[in-house]
C-alpha cells in the first residue's frame, strides 16, 4: 500500500490541491523570479502563491470597482487611452521613465494609474517590466 501523502495543514491553515501542470508552472517562476521575489520580502514557495492570490484579488476588486467608470479604449506598449465617464473625457496613462503616468492628472498614483494596473494583459507588460503598482490611497 503506497499512503496518499496527504498531510493535514497546521492550524490556521488549509491546503488547497491543484494540477502537478500548474504546480510545475509557479514553482518555474517562483525560482526565475527568486531575488525580485526576494527583495519584496518573499522567500518561500508558498509565500509567492500567496502573495500572486492576493494580488490578483485586490485587481479584481479595482477592476470591478471601476469597470462602469473607466475602460481601456487602446492599450498600447507604452501608452494607454481610457475612456474617464466620470469626468467624461479621455484620460491617457503612458510608462516614461520606468513609471506609469496619467497625463490627464498629471499624477503617478490616481484612479486611472490604478485601473492600469487593474487590466490583466497591462498588467503581465508592466510585471514582465518589473514596475510596480505604487501604493494608493
Ligand atoms: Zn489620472
Do not use: W
Request: hydrophobic share 35%.
Amino acid at each position: 500500500m503506497v499512503h496518499s501523502g496527504y498531510v493535514m495543514p497546521k492550524e490556521g491553515f488549509k491546503s488547497i490541491t491543484i494540477s502537478d501542470y500548474n504546480y510545475e508552472r509557479f514553482k518555474e517562476a517562483f525560482q526565475t523570479n527568486k531575488q525580485a521575489l526576494a527583495r519584496k520580502g518573499i522567500n518561500s514557495f508558498s509565500g509567492y502563491v500567496t502573495y500572486m492570490l492576493e494580488e490578483a484579488v485586490e485587481r479584481d476588486r479595482t477592476f470591478a470597482r471601476c469597470a462602469p467608470k473607466l475602460e481601456a479604449l487602446f492599450v498600447e506598449e507604452d501608452r494607454i487611452v481610457l475612456q474617464d465617464n466620470i469626468h467624461n473625457r479621455i484620460a491617457e496613462v503612458v510608462l516614461q521613465q520606468g513609471e506609469v503616468f496619467c497625463l490627464f492628472c498629471e499624477s503617478k498614483d490616481c484612479v486611472h494609474v490604478g485601473y492600469v494596473f487593474s487590466i490583466p494583459e497591462v498588467y503581465r507588460t508592466l510585471d514582465n517590466k518589473g514596475i510596480n503598482k505604487p501604493d494608493l490611497p
